[in-house]
Each structure stands twice: as structure tokens, then as C-alpha cells.
């Protein structure tokens, strides 16, 4: 069953520049969906408009086959940085999560959630107080918290080390295996798309648009060093050079008098 | 070395002990005129004496009553408009213009106009302290709002904060510690603007006791005014700032003092 759908979605931004065109992705209630792709192939501005953040050029978003404007109270997000908000005790960031619960059921799951994400008795601490990894943690559990029906993704590992970053791909799996949340994330790290994603979009820059959409077909728990796994990633990387096209591979050698990209 | 460093406000009296101690020595052996340089002990007895009359009280109530309550109007309004023009592109537009050139008038130049229509007597006073405290909050308050995280914004509208919500629960916090910050410096310019309007004329208060003691050639309770001010204000930022304490243990920065 189809629970997100997004069609035809334009974007140009007020200085003109187009930063998505036609781009149309489906996911299922469910399902883990990477959107795969470098700097400029609009990512970022496509899990911005599903969240509510921006607003759309042309195309519509449905969730459950009704078209939404704005945020949404079924979709829930987590960001490239943590964002806690800086004056609420770690307990509270979590339980911000879920605005329409009563008090009473929000300290309870708060509290269920943060021993779940291995923070069990930080609950009174502040934000400050955390390192980089565990303030990502709750902000995963801040998501979490009002049982979204999709999730959002955007690039959350890319500012950890590589140990922090792999701990918290199993946290995410984890709770996704007890939630069941349809989860959209946005990232450029292949092998974590192919170790999390059910299918894979591979986006291409200026304007961004979908190159080619890929099934990881996979059972989990993926071994990350494992053959099969390696096959998967090369079949990425393969679409990601096409994606690339003639352009692309001529952009990536030095060259007099290419324009500076927009970003 | 280590309990000096642990105890950082003695090492701040050395200077003024030092400087107290050459005053008193030189008026004792006549090396400065003491009439107009009182010693150290001649201001001790002066406001002993004073206090027992019950004279130094009274003064001191009568400014700090003005100071809080000219305080009070001013850091209420300059809060109050700060939120709305810092909140609403519109009322920025309609207002801040406005509230700007108001402040590019030097605030002492309302005076005669304040008296002409308030009175000599306690409101145009009021008038004076609460404008005087009005422009460092409002321009505080204003910076602030603007200077909010567009990211943590973006954090309430994706958990479905309504516009009311995202003031309340994400607008007012942010800018909670400049707007402390803002308080002080206002408060700061209340006693300033509080001694320039006793001096325009008052029958008490302590800027009264400085001019009258000009008037009658008593530099001991110029003086002895111009302490008591010292210590008020520092008393009475320490009572904002202890206030104020609770509410930002949250915030990551240096801060070894306040």
C-alpha cells in the first residue's frame, strides 16, 4: 500500500534556480526509501517540501492518498544536526516530540524511548551536556516519540564518526523493526543507504531529478562486509556514474571557465 | 596564590583600600584639604549621622522607588514592543522607523518638555527613568527575535507547533538571556537618568543630597551620596542577575563571572 506518494514535484527557488524537476517517488507503508545523490541534486529541498518546510512549485504530496499542505502531524523529522532546543532538559526534547499527548503519556514514552536509545537516567541533563552522538540519539527518540507514519531522514549521520555513525544505523533499524514508520531519508553515504534501504533513488544534479530507482533486495540483518552486499553497492555506484552522464565526469576533471555550481 | 585566586573580590579591594588608606594619611597630615576632600572616616561619621536621623533612608527610598517603578513602565514597554515589532514584519515597518528617530533624540533633551506637561513633581521623574530604560530593552528585545535559530523554528513546525506555540515555547526562550542582558543595561541607565532628574529638582532622593551638598559646600554628602548609588546599583544588578540565574543554567558558554 502506497503511503507516501510524490508527484510531478517542481521547485525553483525566488532567485530562479530549479533546484527539482518531475521528480515523482512512491513508498510503501513500511518501507525504508534512500534518496541517493551529491551536492545540488536536491535532497535536501525534496525531504523540505514532504516535511512542510518549504513550499512547492508545482506537483502535489500525498500521505494515505490525501494531499497535504504545511507540516503534517503523521510526519515527523530528524536533521543533519540535532536541534535540541537548547533550554529543555534532555526528558523534555524528547517529549516535545508529541505536542497532542497528555503530559502523563508523553513523560512515560519519553522516558521508555531514551532507555531505548541507550540514554536510560540522562533524562534531567541538558543538551549541552551530551556529546554529538547521543544528542542525535534523542533527537531520534524526539521523532519517535508521537509514532509517525513517515519519517524523515535528513543526511542525520553524516556530522558522526564512523563507530557513532554505525551504532546509530542499528538504532535506527531497530526501532523502525518495532515502529514500522515509512522512513524517507536523504543521504550521499552509499553503503549506508545500502544497509538500510529497501529501495534506493538515485538522484542527478541541475535540476535534480531521479536518475534510476533500485531494489536492495536483502535480508536483514545486511552484512556490511559481506559479497552480496558489495555486489549491491557496485550496482549503486554504476547508476550513480551514468547518473553523472558526460557532463558530470567532464565537471569532475579541472577545467577554465565552468561556472561556479549555485550552492 | 591559589586562595587568593579562589577568593577573586579581595584582590579587587586592594586598590580602593590602598587608595582609602593615602587619603586618610594625607588629610591627617595636611598634605590635602579635607573640607573638600573628606577622608574615608569623616564620610564614616557623616553617614552614621545621617542614617541615625533617619535622613539616608529616605533618600534612599525615594530614589529607589522611582528607579523601580520608572523600571518598571520602561522594561515593560520596551519588552512589549520589542515582541510585537520583532514578531510582525508589519508593526516593524509601521513602528521601528519611528521608535528610531525618538532614539536618536538625546533623552535628557525631553526633560523641559516632560516638566511642561507632567510637572515638576514625581511623573515627569518616572517619565525620564521609564524612557531612559525603554530604548537598550526595546532594541534588545528586537535584535534578539531577529537573531533567533531558523533552524529551531523549523524543529516547532515540524512537531505542529501553532504560530502562538512557536512565540511561546520557542521565540521566548531563545532570546530569554539577551533579554536579561538588556535589563541590566537598562537598569543601569535608570540610575543614570534617575540622579538627572533629581537634579532638575527634588525635595529628596539621593540626587537631591548631591546637589544640596553642593548648595551648602558639604562634599562629605556628595559623597557619601555618590557611594550609596555605587552600591545600590551593584545591588540591585546582583538582585537580576541571582533572579535570573535559575532560568538560563541551560545556556553553553563561558562564564566564569557575572
Given at each position: 500500500m502506497t503511503k507516501l506518494a510524490i508527484e510531478h514535484l517542481n521547485k525553483t527557488y525566488a532567485d530562479g534556480t530549479e533546484a527539482l524537476r518531475d521528480v515523482s517517488v512512491r513508498a510503501d507503508d513500511g518501507e525504508i526509501l534512500a534518496i541517493l545523490g551529491g551536492s545540488g541534486c536536491g535532497k535536501t529541498t525534496l525531504l523540505r517540501l514532504v516535511a512542510g518546510l518549504d513550499e512547492a512549485s508545482g506537483g502535489g504530496i500525498a500521505v494515505d492518498g490525501a494531499q497535504v499542505r504545511g507540516t503534517s502531524r503523521t510526519i515527523s523529522a530528524v536533521f543533519q544536526e540535532p536541534r535540541l532546543l537548547p533550554w529543555l532538559s534532555v526528558a523534555d526534547n524528547v517529549a516535545f516530540g508529541a505536542q497532542r499527548l497528555d503530559a502523563?503519556?508523553?513523560?512515560?514514552?519519553?522516558?521508555?524511548?531514551?532507555?531505548?536509545?541507550?540514554?536510560?537516567?540522562?533524562?534531567?541533563?541538558?543538551?549541552?551536556?551530551?556529546?554529538?552522538?547521543?544528542?542525535?540519539?534523542?533527537?531520534?527518540?524526539?521523532?519517535?516519540?508521537g509514532h509517525p507514519g513517515i519519517l524523515l531522514l535528513d543526511e542525520p549521520f553524516s556530522a558522526l564518526d564512523p563507530f557513532t555513525r554505525s551504532?546509530?544505523?542499528?538504532?535506527?533499524?531497530?526501532?523502525?523493526?518495532?515502529?514500522?514508520?515509512?522512513?524517507?531519508?536523504?543521504?550521499?553515504?552509499?553503503?549506508?543507504?545500502?544497509?538500510?534501504?529497501?529501495?534506493?533513488?538515485?538522484?542527478?544534479?541541475?535540476p535534480g531529478r531521479v536518475h534510476e530507482t533500485i531494489t536492495v533486495n536483502l535480508p536483514r540483518p545486511r552484512d556490511k562486509i559481506s559479497s552480496v552486499f558489495d555486489t549491491v553497492t557496485r550496482r549503486i555506484m554504476?547508476?550513480?556514474?551514468?547518473?553523472?552522464?558526460?557532463?558530470?565526469?567532464?565537471?569532475?576533471?579541472?577545467?577554465?571557465?565552468?561556472?561556479?555550481p549555485w550552492w | 596564590m591559589k586562595n587568593w585566586a579562589a577568593r577573586p573580590a579581595l584582590i579587587g579591594l586592594i586598590v580602593p583600600a590602598l587608595l582609602g588608606l593615602a587619603?586618610?594619611?594625607?588629610?591627617?597630615?595636611?598634605?590635602?584639604?579635607?573640607?573638600?576632600?573628606?577622608?574615608?572616616?569623616?564620610?564614616?561619621?557623616?553617614?552614621?549621622?545621617?542614617?541615625?536621623?533617619?535622613?539616608?533612608q529616605s533618600h534612599i527610598a525615594a530614589t529607589l522607588w522611582r528607579v523601580l517603578v520608572g523600571f518598571g513602565i520602561g522594561a515593560g514597554a520596551g519588552t512589549v514592543l520589542g515582541l510585537l515589532t520583532g514578531a510582525s514584519l508589519w508593526a516593524r515597518l509601521l513602528l521601528d522607523p519611528a521608535i528610531q528617530a525618538i532614539r536618536a533624540i538625546p533623552s535628557l533633551a525631553w526633560v523641559p518638555l516632560f516638566i511642561l506637561w507632567l510637572g515638576i513633581f514625581e511623573t515627569s521623574k518616572l517619565a525620564l527613568v521609564a524612557l531612559g530604560v525603554f530604548f537598550p530593552v526595546y532594541l534588545g528585545v528586537l535584535s534578539a527575535i531577529q537573531d533567533v535559530d531558523r533552524k529551531l523554528v523549523e524543529v516547532g513546525r515540524v512537531f505542529g507547533l501553532s504560530?502562538?506555540?512557536?512565540?511561546?515555547?520557542?521565540?521566548?526562550?531563545?532570546?530569554?538571556?539577551?533579554?536579561i542582558a538588556a535589563l541590566r543595561s537598562g537598569l543601569g541607565l535608570g540610575f543614570m537618568f534617575v540622579i538627572a532628574a533629581e537634579l532638575m529638582g527634588a525635595s529628596e532622593g539621593l540626587g537631591f543630597l548631591?546637589?544640596?551638598?553642593?548648595?551648602?559646600?558639604r562634599a562629605d554628602s556628595i559623597l557619601v551620596a555618590m557611594i550609596t548609588f555605587a552600591l545600590l546599583g551593584k545591588l540591585a544588578d546582583g538582585i537580576l542577575v541571582g533572579l535570573s540565574r535559575p532560568l538560563l543554567r541551560w545556556q553553553d558558554v563561558v562564564r566564569a563571572k557575572l
Open positions: 502523563e503519556e508523553r513523560r512515560t514514552r519519553a522516558e521508555a524511548l531514551l532507555a531505548r536509545v541507550g540514554l536510560e537516567g540522562y533524562g534531567k541533563r541538558w543538551p549541552k551536556d551530551l556529546s554529538g552522538g547521543q544528542q542525535q540519539r534523542v533527537a531520534i527518540a524526539r521523532a519517535l516519540i551504532s546509530l544505523h542499528e538504532l535506527v533499524l531497530g526501532l523502525w523493526q518495532e515502529l514500522k514508520p515509512t522512513i524517507l531519508m536523504v543521504t550521499h553515504d552509499v553503503d549506508e543507504a545500502v544497509f538500510l534501504a529497501d529501495r534506493i533513488v538515485v538522484m542527478k544534479p541541475r554504476h547508476a550513480i556514474d551514468r547518473s553523472l552522464g558526460e557532463d558530470g565526469k567532464a565537471g569532475l576533471r579541472p577545467q577554465a571557465g565552468v561556472h561556479s | 587619603w586618610e594619611f594625607g588629610v591627617r597630615y595636611g598634605v590635602v584639604p579635607g573640607r573638600l576632600m573628606p577622608p574615608p572616616s569623616a564620610l564614616w561619621t557623616s553617614a552614621v549621622a545621617m542614617v541615625r536621623a533617619g535622613e539616608l504560530r502562538f506555540g512557536i512565540v511561546w515555547r520557542i521565540t521566548l526562550p531563545a532570546i530569554l538571556p539577551v533579554w548631591l546637589l544640596d551638598g553642593q548648595q551648602m559646600g
